[in-house]
């Protein structure tokens, strides 16, 4: 952990400064990444995410698991708004940089001293959400995933490195549980647009209703938790979302 002696730690707010922690912005999630990914959901190791409430004797037992997962979740904004607004759930965040991951642990660290018995529920792993989602949950695990600003991936010859797919669709919808709910947000209509079609189309979505969405705290969130979005927030940007609940097939 790092020490408040340390330059990269703020002295006011006693918290990781993020310009030591700086990445590119975007990752190749297709390219070849060295990390230890656990075979099964059975091998996550839960005391090391979660050491207050786990002992090293928890590991794929059948205790509490995690039920919320923020997909490419940057700087963990999304993350600490929602470890107090749902202090009971685990949550983790996903992340394939590696400096901005180290960033996320700092983060929570610090957030764990300064406020005893908080942010114990909150985690984060270095790893590919596009190639490891099984390795790490089982089926109807979660009941939230959250994938927030994504790597555009502008080009036609990459659109198969987007977050959001019809293929990758059927991933989520196997982790989460019936009832479960998918949030998605951009600044890129296009791709705003590419992630509501995917949705729409797949038969184990329904898209959320206006009035569910009004009254859906964690909605609020999407727009203003994040860097990305408090970024598109001060530039007077357009964002668009599609939130999509987890339902049976229809047979």
């Not at 700086?22 to 839960?46: K, Q």
């Not at 509490?64 to 700087?75: L, M, Q, S």
């Not at 590419?194 to 969130?221: Q, R, S, Y």
Request: glycine letters at 8%; proline letters at 6%.
């Amino acid at each position: 952990m790092l020490k408040e002696g340390n330059s990269k730690i703020s002295k006011s707010t006693h918290l990781p400064r993020k310009r030591f922690f700086r990445a590119r912005a975007h990752s190749n999630p297709l390219s070849d990444s060295h990390f230890p990914v656990p075979i099964s959901p059975s091998h996550v190791d839960y005391s090391v995410h979660f050491p207050q409430l786990f002992s090293s004797s928890d590991e794929g037992g059948d205790s509490k698991k995690i039920e919320f997962a923020d997909v490419g979740c940057g700087f963990g904004g999304l993350l600490i708004s929602l470890s107090t607004l749902f202090p009971q759930t685990l949550m983790i965040g996903m992340e394939i940089r590696d400096k901005v991951t180290e960033y996320v642990k700092e983060r929570i660290l610090a957030l764990r001293v300064a406020n005893p018995g908080q942010y114990q529920n909150v985690s984060v792993v270095r790893t590919n959400s596009m190639k490891y989602i099984p390795n790490y949950f089982g089926k109807g695990q979660l009941s939230k995933m959250f994938f927030l600003f994504p790597d555009p991936h502008f080009k036609e010859k990459n659109h198969r490195r987007r977050v959001i797919s019809t293929h990758l669709l059927d991933e989520y919808a196997y982790v989460l549980g019936i009832g479960g709910i998918i949030y998605t947000i951009t600044d890129v209509e296009e791709l705003g647009d590419w992630m509501n079609e995917c949705l729409e189309g797949h038969p184990m979505f329904e898209a959320i209703t206006e009035e569910e969405l009004e009254a859906d705290p964690v909605v609020k969130l999407l727009s203003s938790a994040t860097e990305e979005g408090q970024k598109v927030a001060r530039n007077e940007g357009q964002t668009f979302q599609a939130v999509y609940r987890r339902i049976a097939p229809s047979l």
